[in-house]
């Protein structure tokens, strides 16, 4: 197995990220580091959980699995100067309820969560809980990019030889897998909701909701039209 | 029909579809004595039970309250064309209703005499005049709110009655807007609405909540299962069915219509009889089961000698824009729908393309999630971006005018089909050349617009097949029974007692929101089918 540490990995990341700008500078020099990617186990022979399935769990996740989940939920709505994020809202134990009353995601998360854990013992030796938050914010970027070879029709030969470059790059090379990119894609979407459905983000946004049952109750007072 | 229940049963009138058409025709026809079984795909909603808008969430959950039927192939289609055709709509009692954000305006004058005026489309067999007492009398049904006096649209045609209930009051994103517009001379005024500013029918005023596509969990919007079905239930001779799916209209040897026969919700085959026939399922719907009505007297699809139906199928060329400003909008507040501009609405001699547009303004679906799930991303900017975005947005969305073609239309899928075995329907419609020069006036007045009332970026969203939501044309109206496939008084041509009660009557689409006007020609039709019934001509 090749292995890259995490200098390496970001030095590649910057080359190609200029190279896809100007595709046919790439040419035949670049070679596909063969790796060896951890699979995730197949659909179907995961083994059955019960929620709070033991001890050391918390409803649907292991421990170990939580950290993880709160580590990513962080890089996707985190506390900054700007506002509150996910960790004062407890996003991570909301989506252990969710996924735990929710039979479609638990296999989702359970192989998404190994899939990310693969990429990041590979590119750092540990798994994702346990990087830093910049190595985290790396990692998660890789695979956010590599979900962005996925989706539309490519609308043009050069779109489609940038397409597959960078298909080999992130999915050959840096060893993101379609299981790490959809579980990543529907964490997005399951975080975002959790924290945007919170009364502390709600308030950080100057939104009152929501409208039932009395509807919006204090008067509108800052429309500028009407202090006009 | 190998499986049909062995004991006949028969009414004076069976209605297929229970939306802004079938529904109003439902009480006017109960509470003119007649007996009626109306046949609904869809299930009946308990908004108080359904409806999620008072869950945290809800701005993510209300798209699952619509869209799950209880087998998810029921709603299949196919599309042609370019660009396909996005085809949505409610099956429930109440219908589209349910979802729609109750824009109610009336036609205009110069939409029912287009080929006249403007020498495209054609003209309807009926005036505006003839339909006015009909607007009227739907618009107090429902407690339509609108404005009046200097507050009202120069534009709109005249009326024998004012609006049952007052306008609503602008809201901060209109006001913001309409600076705008008065700096380009437009016009932008509240729009008629059928969401009552008071307490009307019964129900509750509107409470502003600001939710009303996603189900009006009060019941201050006045969708047709909280209006005219409580009524048309009160007679005691209406019956809804629902989750039945009718697959065929049966004629007796005299060449009238004599049954329907119908899935219920297990699978299991039941015919119904009947005098007369509402078929209103909407301008998809109605021509699909009459195209699987086909026999030998009908080789081609019931009522369809001209060859016209599901011909002509029309949608509204919607093309939006949303926008930023720096100022704090609160766009959630009061009604998603927050007024319109006509000032396009008429052909201009100067233009490259005949007939116009209405604009409006969409309030909606601008609550914190709603945003962070439209806005791709993640992490530190996303914030960023979403403290920028929340509150100071707001959309404007068109109803522009597409003519009738030909060979947009709907049809059976000769290979698909749906969760009983139906051929689902396929869908054809383009934007042709008068519509896509529309389309580009539209954008570039959109752009003036948000531009003069200072926004700090927009976005455009351009049109595509399907997405107004409204569909009308495919069993046109007029008096050739060779061009047309109802008469004036939404009858068949072919089969004097099958009546067509939805959209798919409309000869041209004009620019406005369509369900005002389904529902008065649903209430002239019934008015019609009850002299009938007296007459003893059915």
Known sequence: MNKINRRAFMKKAIYLGAGLIAVGGLGGGWKVVERTVVQPEAPGNSPKREPGHSQDSAQWFTFAELATIKALASVIVPSDGNGPGAAEVDVAGQIDRLVAGTPRRQELYRVGMAAINGVAVQQYQREFAELSVKEQLELFSVVDGASQVMGKEPVSILDKASRKIRFLYYYRWLGVTPAAVGFCNSLVLDVKEKFYSSQLAWTWLGYEGPPFPLGYLSKPDKCPILKA | ?538
């Open chain 2, 1 to 538: 029909m190998a499986n049909l229940q062995p004991i006949k049963e028969q009414v004076d009138v069976v209605i297929i579809g229970c939306g802004a058409g079938g529904g109003v025709c439902a009480k006017e026809l109960g509470e003119a004595g007649l007996s009626v079984v109306v046949l609904e795909v869809g299930k009946r909603f308990n908004p108080t039970i359904d409806y999620q808008t008072d869950k945290a969430n809800f701005a993510a959950k209300w798209w699952e309250v619509f869209n799950k039927p209880e087998d998810s192939r029921r709603d299949h289609y196919t599309s042609g064309g370019a660009q396909g055709f996005h085809y949505w709509r409610v099956k429930g009692v109440g219908g589209s209703t349910l979802a729609y954000w109750a824009v109610t305006p009336r036609f205009h004058e110069s939409d029912f005499r287009t080929r006249t005026e403007d020498g495209v489309g054609e003209d309807w067999p009926l005036t505006y005049q003839d339909l006015e007492p009909y607007y009227t009398r739907v618009e107090y049904e429902l407690g339509v709110s609108g404005p009046s006096g200097s507050e009202a649209s120069p534009f709109e045609p005249p009326r024998s009655k004012p609006f049952p209930t007052p306008a609503h009051e602008i809201s901060c994103p209109t006001r913001v807007l309409q600076r705008g517009a008065a700096k380009l001379g437009l016009h932008l005024v509240q729009c008629p609405l059928a969401i009552p500013t008071r307490s009307w029918g019964g129900r509750a005023a509107c409470i502003g909540a600001g939710v009303c596509g996603l189900g009006c969990k009060v019941r201050a919007k006045s969708s047709i299962d909280v209006t005219y079905i409580p009524k048309a239930e009160a007679t005691g001779r209406v019956e809804i069915r629902t989750l039945c799916q009718a697959r065929e209209i049966t004629v007796g040897e005299g060449g009238k219509a004599r049954s329907v026969v119908y899935f219920d919700s297990t699978g299991q085959e039941h015919e119904i009889f009947a005098r007369a026939f509402v078929v209103a399922g909407n301008a998809v719907e109605t021509p699909r089961l009459l195209l699987m009505s086909a026999s030998s007297r009908f080789p081609n699809g019931l009522a369809n000698s001209s060859g016209l139906v599901g011909k002509y199928f029309m949608d509204h060329l919607n093309v939006s824009m949303s926008a930023v400003f720096s100022e704090w909008l609160e766009p959630w507040r009061g009604p998603m729908a927050g007024g319109h501009l006509e000032d396009f609405y008429a052909t201009d001699k100067r233009n490259s393309f005949a007939r116009g547009w209405t604009t409006e303004v969409n309030n909606g679906h601008q609550w914190p999630l709603a945003v962070a799930l439209g806005e791709r991303g993640w992490g530190a900017e996303h914030k960023r971006q979403m403290k920028r975005l929340v509150g100071h947005g707001v959309g404007l969305a068109t109803v522009g005018e597409q003519l009738p073609d030909i060979r947009n239309q709907v049809m059976l899928d000769p290979a698909q089909k749906d969760h009983l075995g139906l051929p689902v329907p396929r869908i054809i419609n383009e934007p042709r050349d008068n519509d896509q020069a529309m389309c580009k006036a539209i954008e570039q007045h959109l752009h003036a617009l948000l531009s003069a009332s200072g926004a700090t970026e927009v976005s455009l969203t351009e049109y595509g097949p399907g997405r107004s939501l409204h569909y009308m044309g495919s069993c046109r109206m007029g008096k050739d029974p060779r061009t047309a496939v109802v008469n004036p008084w939404c009858a068949t041509h072919d089969v004097s007692n099958l009546f067509i009660g939805d959209g798919s009557v409309f000869v041209t689409g004009a620019a406005v929101n369509p369900t005002l006007t389904i529902a008065a020609l649903a209430t002239r039709t019934s008015e019609h089918i009850v002299m009938a019934f007296k007459r003893g001509e059915i």
